[in-house]
């Protein structure tokens, strides 16, 4: 698997304006300029993501794709004190996805096949296009923001699909 590792400030330019870590350096005078960010040229895909140790790179800030990402198993973390943020650049396909203390943001779609756990007030979920999980968990004040806008216009998951009415607890 090719992937870059560059400080924070190589890459601060490409995050989205809205997003937390983005703010956040802003606010606070660079304070993530030597922060270490996984970035993944392209389309990817992988069996897991550990979001504790991404792709086996310790005390990394962000992986950031610029592209499309498809998971095949799960997307996880166990540390959420401060986990290792994701930002897609484009749709996120996981079967499973258990999470929290990070920065979760997605440019495209959300899919996840079966769970998606958010847990703990550190963690945001922030999705600009649709979302859709078989279960969605949100606890301990876990954010979640879903914009459900989309470039292709539909969303074709199975199971629950989040929608502004039925996300608002149907």
């Known amino acids: 698997m090719n992937y870059k590792v560059l400080?924070?400030?190589q890459i601060k330019h490409l995050?989205?304006?809205d997003s937390w870590a983005y703010v956040r350096n802003e606010r606070n005078d660079g304070e993530f300029e030597n922060e270490s960010v996984i970035l993944l040229e392209g389309d990817t895909?992988?069996?897991?993501?550990n979001?504790?140790?991404p792709?086996?790179?310790e005390s990394v800030f962000i992986v950031l794709v610029d592209g499309n990402l498809v998971v095949d198993s799960y997307i996880y973390n166990e540390d959420t004190d401060g986990a290792t943020g994701l930002i897609v650049f484009g749709d996120l396909q996981a079967r499973n996805m258990v999470v929290g203390g990070q920065e979760i943001y997605v440019t495209g779609d959300l899919q996840v096949s079966e769970l998606f756990w958010g847990d703990y007030n550190h963690g945001d979920l922030t999705v600009?296009?649709?979302a859709a999980a078989l279960l969605f968990i949100d606890t301990e004040e876990y954010h979640v923001l879903i914009s459900f806008e989309s470039a292709s216009g539909t969303n074709s998951g199975t199971g629950m699909t989040l929608t502004k009415t039925c996300f608002k607890r149907c």
């Open 7 to 9: 400080p924070f400030s």
């Open 15 to 17: 995050l989205p304006v």
């Open 45 to 49: 895909r992988l069996d897991s993501l």
């Open 51 to 53: 979001l504790d140790k």
């Open 55 to 57: 792709l086996g790179e």
């Open 128 to 130: 600009a296009g649709n």
